[in-house]
C-alpha cells in the first residue's frame, strides 16, 4: 500500500495558476499510472490528467493546453501545473496511483 499526500491547493482569481504536488510514501511512479481527478460540489469524480509509468500524459479535454502533469521520480512526487484557471475548475483535486487516493486539495478559483 502506498499513501498519498497532496498540496498546493488555494484560492486563485481567474486567470491565475496553481501547482499542486502529490507526494507518495515510496517509489512507485514507474510502476504505475498516476492521475489526477477533481470533483466539484455536486458533480462526480472526473480526470483531469495522467501520466503512464513511461511518461506518455493524457488530458480531459477541458484542461488541455492549460495544465500540465509531470513527476519527479527522485522526490517520489507528481505535480500539476495548472494556468489559466477558470472558475470551473473549483474543485477538490486527488490524485491516484495503485488504486489509493490521496486526502484530496482545494482549488477554488474567484471570478
Known amino acids: 500500500q502506498v499513501q498519498l499526500v497532496e498540496s498546493g491547493g488555494g484560492l486563485v482569481q481567474a486567470g491565475g495558476s496553481l501547482r499542486l504536488s502529490c507526494t507518495a510514501s515510496r517509489s512507485i511512479f514507474t510502476t504505475y499510472t498516476m492521475s489526477w481527478y477533481r470533483q466539484a460540489p455536486g458533480k462526480q469524480r472526473e480526470l483531469v490528467a495522467d501520466?503512464?509509468?513511461?511518461?506518455?500524459?493524457n488530458y480531459a479535454d477541458s484542461v488541455k493546453g492549460r495544465f500540465t502533469i509531470s513527476r519527479d521520480n527522485a522526490k517520489n512526487t507528481a505535480y500539476l501545473q495548472m494556468d489559466s484557471l477558470k472558475p470551473e475548475d473549483t474543485a477538490v483535486y486527488y490524485c491516484?496511483?495503485?488504486?489509493?487516493w490521496g486526502q484530496g486539495t482545494q482549488v477554488t478559483v474567484s471570478s
Open positions: 491516484n496511483i495503485a488504486r489509493q
Open positions: 501520466i503512464t509509468r513511461g511518461g506518455n500524459t
